[in-house]
């Protein structure tokens, strides 16, 4: 059933209710059956590519300042930088000082704009605080992504299927700041960190790659949805909803709620135990909502295979082995005991 036909359902129940209260509570019940679990719907995947790092000519950067400067060669290269569509060079991050050889301490800007193309000037997401420099090193790669949806809520996967390998979840930049805190750590990434969230566009938050993917990588990712309410009249929700339990959840939560409060609206209720239907409704919403919860385990194993499970963290398979990533970057510029 279309939302539109489900506001008008609601509204048949109860005369002289509202048609745009109709639509806000039809939409809270959605919202509300959303959250009620992680619904196998809202499961949906992507894929994430970082580029081969960029490294050609050279930048002029001004200490406390927000633009930066590209010589005809650096123009040139970044320039060149093939992403897919929506991205451009605002998905990418930027560092001056070097090429990644150990030593290198700046820090990592975001690009927020860029304009021209030779010179091509870009603009940082916040004032350089590395000396002013006219022909200074840099580095560009992508090392912060954010999800390709606005609803989104978390990762269940993130796969690099090129060299074969799962990136490790559940950390944060800060776990990052500890082992690698001038993030010299760089070439392929193993794990993913909770970086920041998007203040543009909340609730849509930023994670970074560790170490910093310079080599070029692409991912493939599943991860969950927050769900959208209905905006258009001809939305529908997805079949394993049935209609009836958008309507109860609507109806014992919300409609019946409010007509107790302005009983005076509505003439027909006069002498109805409206406490009574409210708390009918409810009865009915959760027996439906647990035949949903069970025909949406018996399709996906939703509560059986949750981020909970053992089988998504690593172990330590020998004893005084670490968890960290083993490539010749991490071995040379950190202690790890076997």
């Not at 350089?128 to 606005?150: E, H, L």
């Not at 107790?260 to 609206?265: E, L, T, V, Y």
Request: charged fraction near 20%; hydrophobic fraction near 40%.
């Amino acid at each position: 059933m279309s939302y539109q036909a489900l506001s008008a359902e609601l509204t048949g129940i109860l005369p002289g209710l509202s048609p745009f209260l109709s639509d806000t509570f039809i939409n809270r019940a959605w919202r509300q059956i959303r959250d009620a679990r992680l619904w196998s719907f809202l499961v949906t995947d992507c894929g994430i590519f970082c580029p081969v790092q960029v490294t050609s000519g050279t930048v002029a950067v001004t200490q406390f300042s927000e633009t930066v400067t590209c010589d005809a060669t650096a123009s040139a290269a970044l320039l060149a930088v093939s992403l897919p569509s929506p991205l451009d060079l605002t998905a990418l991050q930027i560092r001056f000082g070097g090429t990644g050889t150990s030593g290198q301490t700046g820090q990592v800007y975001s690009i927020a704009s860029f304009t021209g193309t030779n010179p091509l000037i870009l603009t940082l997401d916040r004032v350089v605080m590395d000396p002013t420099n006219a022909t200074a090193g840099y580095q560009v790669y992508r090392c912060y992504i954010k999800p390709v949806v606005d609803d989104f809520l978390r990762w269940e996967s993130l796969v690099d299927m090129t060299n074969g390998w799962r990136l490790k979840l559940n950390y944060t930049s800060t776990m990052f700041d500890m082992r690698d805190p001038q993030r010299q750590a760089q070439g392929l990434a193993y794990y993913l960190g909770a970086f920041k969230g998007n203040p543009e566009l909340q609730p849509k938050p930023q994670y970074e790659l560790w170490p910093v993917p310079t080599s070029g990588q692409t991912f493939y990712g599943r991860f969950r949805r927050q769900g959208e309410d209905f905006t258009d009249p001809a939305d529908t929700q997805p079949v394993i909803i049935p209609d009836e339990l958008i309507i109860e959840r609507a109806l014992g939560w919300h409609a019946y709620p409010w007509v107790a409060s302005n009983m005076g609206h509505f003439p027909a209720f006069k002498g109805v135990a409206i406490g009574n239907l409210m708390l009918e409704s409810k009865k009915a919403y959760r027996e439906m909502l647990l035949s949903a919860k069970r025909q949406d385990d018996e399709q996906e194993l939703q509560t059986v295979w949750n981020r909970g499970h053992g089988l998504i963290h690593s172990t330590r398979a020998f004893k005084g082995m670490t968890d960290y990533p083993i490539d010749s970057n991490f071995i040379q510029s950190h202690l790890v005991n076997f």
